[in-house]
Every structure is written in structure tokens, then in C-alpha cells.
């Protein structure tokens, strides 16, 4: 079945990295996969991922989960019913970035980039509120958020998300505008290549700050989008 899911995915591998990487860090259930659909339960976030070649099959797949918090659907029309279906009322739209090369990028000396510690969560709360604090303290503990410090200051942070993605780049605004950013990006682009992985993430469709920094760091943008809800 995980050959079959990957066959599908590889489609459109732009679109479907995040599901494609869940299968091959072996982070997935594979509950089904044919040549008209895949989903998988990634085990890290228990965010369900869905694609489909038609919304008949995408409402015969998640007629088989029971309960929902959060899910990532891959084509528009599977947003209403499963927002429908599960009682989630937000929705996140996105486009998928992902580093294709295997090339390191040029990380600058500016700042001394070193993993945070779980006594660290405050000031990460502080400063980022798009996740949970229950998701915040697991990201720490698996190691998985980096702060970058000018001389001996915490100026901003980057991590991955539970799933794989990265993300939580945040520079504090009195540090902005320096390039720092950048940095602490690039450093994790480099840290995921050095797994043998796949750098990857997802920008929502109006940021486009970070679609501009991605396409500088040469990140190729899907032209689908993809769906959070939760």
C-alpha cells in the first residue's frame, strides 16, 4: 500500500510533499491507497491527510473516521464537507513550498543558533500563538525548535511542526528587516537536509513575505493549495 500512496502522490509532488515525507519518515497510517485517492493518519500531530481524484470517493474515505481535530485536504472541494462532517470551524489556506535541491544553503554568522529548552516555553508563547501550548511543549521536548541569539540574546526562533513541516519561524520585531530571518530559515533547511530528508512547508496564500523568502531561498510554490482545518 505505501508504494501505491506514493505512485498517487508523485503526481503532483509539489502539492503532496507534506503526505509524501509523513510516508517516507514512516510517521503514517496508511488507511487507504489507490489509483483515485490517498489517506493517511500522520501519528506525531494525529492530523488526518486526504487526497482525491473526485469528492464522491473523498466522502466514501472520511465516512471511515469516527472523530477529527485536525485534517489537511488537498483539493477545494473536499473543504465543506469535512468541515460539515467533523464540526471544525477554521480553515487555513496554502500553498506548498519545498527545497528540491540537496544542496546546503549559505547560513550567515550573524547569530549562534542553538536548540531551545522545554523552561524556554514562555517565551516562545510570547511570541507565536498559532499553535497550542500542549503542541508548543511537544515541540520543544522532541528538540525541534531552534533559537538564533545575537550576542547572547534570543532574537527569534525556527522549528519544525509535530508533522514534519517546517515552520514557527519567527524574528522578534525589534530584530526585523536584518536578514535574520534568512538565517534561522536556512539553518533548518540545512539540519532537514542533514536527516536526508525533505525541506518542506506551508505559507498561507497571503503571506507573502514568506512566499518571497522562499522563492529567495530557491523553494519551488505549488500552484494548488492545500486545506488545514481543525
Known sequence: MRDRAIVYLSQN???????????????????????DGVLIKEEKSGAYMISVKSLKKGKELIKQISKCNLIVAHQKYMVDCILNKFGLT????????????KVKLYIGEELEIRQLEENQIKVVL???DKLSNDEIEEILRNGSLFGGYKDGTLIGFVGNHLEGSMGLL?????YRHLGYGTILESFIVNKTLEKGLVPFGQIEIDNEKSIALQNKLGFKISK?????MY
Not at 494548488?224 to 488545514?228: E, G, I
Open 13 to 35: 509532488p509539489l502539492l503532496h510533499m507534506g503526505m509524501i515525507e509523513a510516508i517516507r519518515r514512516s510517521t503514517s497510517d496508511i488507511l487507504y491507497a489507490e489509483n
Open 90 to 101: 477554521e480553515k487555513i489556506e496554502c500553498v506548498q513550498a519545498v527545497y528540491m535541491d
Open 126 to 128: 510570547e511570541h507565536y
Open 170 to 174: 519567527e524574528v522578534f520585531p525589534e
Open 224 to 228: 494548488d493549495r492545500l486545506y488545514w
